[in-house]
């Protein structure tokens, strides 16, 4: 069966003649009901193009972008199946949270007690409810991203696409958004989620998907991506340059890493063979500063994929 | 209407009433000012023979003049979803844009329109301005203006790409299009120059409209010509305004 969303070959120049910049190129991406996709990159790799080519407000130069077998093409039957919320923030100031959700509610074509039913329900699923009466000019930055976040659930939309919905926020906040996400994804919609903050695609455990100068580079469950791109390991640091060799268990070392006074060993499940490696250290000539285990994590991934320096001019994708 | 028109039109009109302040201010100005070219209206009418007091043209002149600098209003309306942020929010939403643009020139065009009558309502109690021939033609005049006036605020925000330009065009041409149809001093005054592009203003037909509406005999039919210009006129400007829109244009604003 085909993804809800599928993202084929998808590529956007902006700009025109020498000025002309390509924001996506060649993007394939396809995203099942239920799912939430984690979108990473650095400012500027195209997440938020990307988004917007799937949500219909940008049109791709090449490629096509299906919501549930039907082309993007901007109409009223394709903008009800997906849910936008921006990265910058989008509410009316002058208007109260109630007045802004109910906007947006009544956009869906609800109307009546159905209606007023659906504010509340999104109010109590962003932790609006205290602040229904309130103008949304007159609320804190992480209460306006939770009307902003909370506007994109309005029409209950088969795709959300939520850019950086945690971006400048508290902890309550983000829980609460995090929340929202799963609640949405348990519901049947696909969730495409930008963010900058890793650990909150941990905390959602989902897939996600590296975009480097507008390429898509990774694209896999979070172990998947961990097991390709990350390693566990054992880090020593020692007072002076550090020894060349001689640990023990060199047989099960995957690497050793030299970084000045840092040693790096590469090795399946470090924590076990934490005990050797210290008393390979303590027995050297060199006094031992500090020993510990370093899980692989998604910063690592990310820092492999797409944190190295800026791409050349003409976007040579980081993979390395 | 359909459910997302009635919530887009009352959402305008609820920004619309949140800054009341302006639109207390573009009432009492007008007022203010027409006493001071009330004189100079009726001098001339005294001097030319014409059987007008110059009350009704003072009143009508303001507000023309007023109607035309709302035009800062829808301005403002459209470049506030840019500020906002809420314009891309618009463009996603299950909803035509044709829907959006047609509920702020819709809820725009009526403020104009009420605030020309309100003007000679105000003028009249004021002013003692009383209206000897049709008030259906005097609404007539105010509506048809408005039109024309929302039109051009249309195409204005459409080729303009940024609200300081806009604001720049839209006092400016508030000033030369009231100043060139005899609404600022009267028409038999302004330079030659002036009084030879005057038809070709929409404000020419409002004063004239509304001298027309105001004086004995007045009726719908006395202004149908004005009227027809105004809305053909309104017509036309908002109809280019539709051909060169740009929804995905980026522009620079401030809320």
Redesign the interface.
Same mark, same amino acid.
């Given at each position: 069966m085909s993804p809800l969303v599928e993202v084929e070959r998808v590529a956007v120049t902006y700009g025109r003649g020498p000025a002309a910049r390509d924001a996506l190129r060649g993007v394939d991406l396809g995203i099942d009901a239920g799912e939430v996709v984690g979108l990473v990159g650095r400012n500027g790799a195209g997440k938020s193009t990307l988004m917007s080519v799937v949500a219909g407000l940008v049109a791709p130069v090449d490629g096509r972008v299906r919501i549930g077998g039907r082309g993007q093409d901007g109409s009223l039957a394709t903008k009800r199946r997906v849910g936008l919320a921006p990265q910058d923030e989008g509410i009316y100031p002058t208007l109260t949270v109630r007045e802004n959700l109910d906007l947006f509610v009544r956009l869906a074509g609800r109307r009546g007690a159905a209606r007023r039913r659906r504010v509340e329900e999104l109010a109590e699923e962003l932790v609006l409810s205290e602040l229904l009466d309130r103008r949304a000019g007159q609320l804190s930055g992480g209460q306006r991203r939770r009307v902003h976040t909370a506007l994109a659930f309005a029409h209950s939309p088969e795709v959300l696409l939520l850019d950086e919905p945690t971006a400048g926020v508290d902890v309550e906040t983000r829980t609460a958004l995090l929340d929202a996400v799963r609640r949405a994804s348990a519901a049947g919609a696909a969730v495409v989620y930008s963010t900058h903050h890793l650990h909150e695609l941990d905390q959602l455990g989902c897939r996600v998907a590296v975009l480097d100068a507008g390429r898509l580079v990774a694209d896999d469950p979070i172990p998947a991506l961990l097991a390709r791109y990350a390693a566990s390991a054992i880090e020593v640091d020692f007072d002076g340059p550090a020894p060349g060799d001689g640990f023990p268990g060199a047989e099960r070392v995957e690497r050793v890493e030299h970084e000045a006074g840092r040693l790096r060993i590469v090795i399946d499940d470090p924590a076990a063979h934490l005990g050797e490696v210290a008393t390979w250290a303590a027995g050297s000539d060199r006094r031992v500063l500090g020993i510990r285990v370093v899980e692989a994590d998604l910063e690592a991934v990310y820092l492999r994929l797409a944190g190295g320096p800026a791409p050349d001019a003409d976007g040579t994708p980081l993979l390395r | 209407m359909s459910?997302?028109l009635? %919530?887009?039109v009352g959402?305008e009109v609820?920004?619309l009433a949140?800054?009341w302040q302006v639109v207390a201010v573009y009432l009492v100005l007008p007022v203010v000012i027409a006493g001071f070219t009330r004189e100079a209206f009726a001098t001339v009418a005294l001097v030319s023979g014409s059987e007008a007091s110059g009350i009704e043209q003072a009143v009508a002149g303001q507000a023309i003049l007023f109607a035309t600098m709302l035009l800062s209003q829808l301005g403002y309306a459209f470049y506030e979803e840019q500020a906002?942020?809420?314009?891309?929010?618009l463009? %996603?939403?299950?909803?035509?844009l044709a829907e959006v643009v047609g509920a702020k020139l819709a809820v725009h065009w009526s403020h104009q329109t009420l605030q020309s009558l309100a003007l000679v309502l105000v003028g009249g109690a004021v002013m003692g301005l009383s209206v000897e021939g049709s008030v259906l033609a005097v609404v007539a005049v105010a509506a048809a203006f408005a039109l024309a006036v929302a039109g051009a605020g249309f195409l204005a925000f459409v080729v303009s790409a940024s609200n300081a330009q806009f604001n720049i065009a839209c006092y400016l041409g508030a000033l030369v299009v009231a100043g060139c149809g005899g609404a600022l001093v009267p028409f038999d005054l302004l330079p030659s120059w002036a009084r030879a592009v005057g038809p070709l203003m929409p404000s020419y037909w409002a004063m004239r409209g509304f001298e027309a509406a105001v004086a004995p005999g007045g009726s719908l039919a006395e202004v149908a010509r004005h009227c027809g210009v105004l809305t053909a006129t309104g017509l036309a400007l908002g109809t280019a305004g539709a051909v060169a829109f740009r929804p995905?244009r980026r522009r620079r604003s401030y %809320?």
């Open positions: - | 459910v997302r009635v %919530a887009l959402r609820r920004m949140r800054s906002w942020g809420t314009w891309d929010r463009r %996603a939403a299950p909803v035509p995905e %809320a």
